[in-house]
């Protein structure tokens, strides 16, 4: 089988609005050159569109015209590699999602452990962050949820009495287990992250892994982050101003 018949076999299992790259068509390294060329082919009768290189897509066609992917699978292939998750949208966007601002973000942030992502195009630009741990697809909800305690102060717009309602319905709606990982994951954040962490979990009587981050914070160490007692009612046992 022709490396184009090949292509246009896999783009078959794609569905319109997805982003794909050369691997998601088991193209091998030395069949680039040929495969570049078949795609350049069917970019031009429109099957195919083209978001940055390496990086295409099938253009969904409604009635108003074609549709672009959302946002979410545009950035789809700078989270994975070899299908292997690698890093997780965080910053203003992923506050935004969770209902912590109102703000949309011109730069999106992606953090991950070892690779530092960066994309400055006219219809995309992206900024690395730090991921505090190897993200994997099973524990960067996790992460999320850190990173939102750890920023917490410093969200744009951010309503302080409802962004702690929002984080402690989140942390509500948790199993134990998954307080376990949370908390698990929180050692590797700043202490400031452990502190809040512990006193939104004290405030929802969810107590069993309390003494595991109060064992690791400096009981000498103060945070700050403009919360008292009225909107959270733990925080003085765990030095949060």
Same mark, same amino acid.
């Given at each position: @089988?022709?490396?184009?018949?090949?292509?246009? *076999?896999?783009?078959?299992?794609?569905?319109?609005?997805?982003?794909?790259?050369?691997?998601?068509?088991?193209?091998?390294?030395?069949? /680039? *050159?040929?495969?570049? $060329?078949?795609?350049?082919?069917?970019?031009?009768?429109?099957?195919?569109?083209?978001?940055?290189?390496?990086?295409?897509?099938?253009?969904?066609?409604?009635?108003?015209?074609?549709?672009?992917?959302?946002?979410?699978?545009?950035?789809?292939?700078?989270?994975?590699?070899?299908? $292997?998750?690698?890093?997780?949208?965080?910053?203003?966007?992923?506050?935004?999602?969770?209902?912590?601002?109102?703000?949309?973000?011109?730069?999106?942030?992606?953090?991950?452990?070892?690779?530092?992502?960066?994309?400055?195009?006219?219809?995309?630009?992206?900024?690395?962050?730090?991921?505090?741990?190897?993200?994997?697809?099973?524990?960067?909800?996790?992460?999320?949820?850190?990173?939102?305690?750890?920023?917490?102060?410093?969200?744009?717009?951010?309503?302080?009495?409802?962004?702690? #309602?929002?984080?402690?319905?989140?942390?509500?709606? @948790?199993?134990? $287990?998954?307080?376990?990982?949370?908390?698990? /994951?929180?050692?590797? /954040?700043?202490?400031?992250?452990?502190?809040?962490?512990?006193? @939104?979990?004290?405030?929802?009587?969810?107590?069993?892994?309390? #003494?595991?981050?109060?064992?690791?914070?400096?009981?000498?160490?103060?945070?700050?982050?403009?919360?008292?007692?009225?909107?959270? #009612?733990?925080?003085?046992?765990?030095?949060?101003?």
């Amino acid at each position: @089988m022709s490396i184009a018949k090949k292509i246009e *076999q896999k783009l078959i299992d794609i569905k319109e609005g997805e982003t794909f790259t050369y691997e998601q068509l088991s193209i091998e390294k030395d069949e /680039y *050159q040929t495969a570049a $060329k078949a795609i350049e082919r069917l970019i031009k009768k429109g099957l195919i569109k083209r978001i940055s290189p390496g990086i295409f897509y099938k253009p969904k066609k409604t009635v108003f015209g074609e549709l672009l992917p959302n946002n979410e699978e545009i950035l789809k292939p700078y989270l994975f590699n070899n299908g $292997k998750r690698v890093a997780y949208i965080t910053g203003i966007y992923l506050y935004n999602k969770l209902g912590l601002t109102t703000q949309i973000p011109q730069i999106i942030k992606i953090a991950s452990k070892k690779k530092e992502i960066k994309v400055n195009k006219t219809n995309l630009k992206i900024k690395p962050a730090k991921s505090y741990v190897e993200v994997t697809n099973r524990n960067f909800p996790y992460l999320e949820i850190l990173d939102a305690i750890k920023d917490f102060n410093k969200i744009p717009d951010l309503d302080i009495e409802n962004g702690i #309602k929002v984080l402690l319905n989140i942390l509500k709606k @948790m199993t134990k $287990k998954d307080i376990e990982k949370l908390v698990n /994951y929180s050692l590797s /954040y700043p202490p400031r992250t452990r502190a809040l962490l512990g006193a @939104m979990l004290e405030e929802i009587d969810k107590k069993s892994n309390l #003494k595991k981050l109060q064992d690791s914070l400096n009981p000498l160490s103060e945070y700050s982050f403009g919360l008292n007692t009225d909107i959270l #009612k733990p925080v003085e046992n765990w030095k949060i101003k």
